[in-house]
């Protein structure tokens, strides 16, 4: 079974594994994705996620749109209450216009079109896309807050954004009496580690805010097995391959197959567990197209790595590691 974790200071528990449907209704039929939905949810899982990001940076596509609109009628049809699953969205927008307010109006109007799509009365947890000072940041947190005290959010969380900006829009929230962000989304892997391992997750630790770890597979790259073979389409496999493969991603996938091979695992389990080890991490998100895919990475979130294992992963994986100087000792 899929355990869960406290999420943040929200009271609320969230399965340790949350399920993407960005490909739902698209890449993926609705049969195997209600299929899918289901065994998840009778695994214990709670969490799912699902995106209202668009091509032009701030309407909905209609592929992304159809994943709201497949769990909404997936959950429906399942009878299962509000409030039972925890449904995070993700947002990304670029008002069209830049005067004062234009950001206020267009998340309110993303949330109400997501909350119509997805049939709730209030999404459970909005994701923000960070992407840099496009917005006054007082004006962007106070926007937040209308959206929460008008009962159309229950919790905020952002994505990508870096620790120091996050530590000033946790002091701004508080100085402000605003609700604040209670999660912070990122990549984390294996492969990448050094953006937000250091700073970023000592800063959620100490305020409570939930780490939701994306892409803990770095993208399909460490679920390749020693005979060099994976389930990757070939563009993605192409993407990864130029990005990873190099001496430090060879020796990362070594050491992963080398650990695999001693727990009679997948290379696929080895880098969740070693996500799911790390205690600030609340939840790592996971993108799955068949039930084998999937009861793999729940087996996977078992898997109980020793001691050796993640001093060999961690110095496999020296060069993505950020050591903070400790001022005491300088």
């Keep these: 079974m899929i355990q869960q974790r406290p999420f943040g200071r929200t009271g609320r528990k969230i399965s340790e594994l949350t399920l993407g449907t960005l490909n739902f209704g698209w890449q993926t039929d609705e049969a195997t994705a ?13 969490a799912i996620q699902t995106a209202a990001l668009g091509a032009d940076h701030s309407l909905p596509s209609v592929a992304l749109m159809q994943t709201e609109d497949l769990v909404a009628r997936w959950r429906q049809s399942r009878g299962i209450p509000d409030g039972w699953l925890l449904i995070a969205t993700r947002f990304r927008l670029r008002p069209a216009g830049d005067e004062r307010g234009a950001f206020a109006r267009a998340l309110r109007r993303q949330c109400e079109e997501s909350l119509r799509r997805l049939r709730t009365a209030r999404l459970d947890l909005v994701l923000f896309e960070w992407d840099g000072e496009r917005v006054p940041v007082d004006e962007m947190l106070a926007a937040f807050d209308q959206v929460v005290r008008a009962g159309l959010v229950r919790s905020l969380g952002v994505a990508d954004m870096p620790a120091w900006r996050l530590a000033d829009c946790l002091s701004r929230s508080y100085r402000n009496s605003w609700c604040r962000w209670e999660a912070l989304q990122a990549d984390y892997s294996l492969m990448v580690r050094a953006r937000f391992e250091p700073e970023a997750m000592a800063l959620c630790r100490e305020q409570r805010v939930a780490f939701l770890a994306r892409s803990p597979l770095a993208g399909g790259f460490l679920t390749r097995r020693e005979d060099g073979e994976d389930s990757l389409p070939f563009t993605r496999r192409h993407w ?29 389990q080895v880098a969740l567990a070693w996500v799911l080890r790390n205690p600030v991490v609340t939840s790592a998100t996971i993108g799955v197209q068949s ?5 793999e990475l729940v087996q996977g979130s078992r898997l109980a790595l020793s001691e050796a294992d993640c001093a060999q992963l961690a110095a496999a994986t020296a060069a993505e590691e950020v050591r903070l100087v400790d001022p005491c000792v300088v």
């Design 34 to 46: 209600f299929a899918l939905l289901d065994a998840y949810h009778a695994a214990g899982g709670n």
């Design 240 to 268: 990864l391959n130029a990005r990873f493969d190099n001496a430090y991603g060879e020796a990362a996938l070594a050491a992963v197959a080398e650990i695999a091979a001693r727990h009679e695992a997948s290379p696929a």
């Design 291 to 295: 039930r084998a895919q999937l009861d």
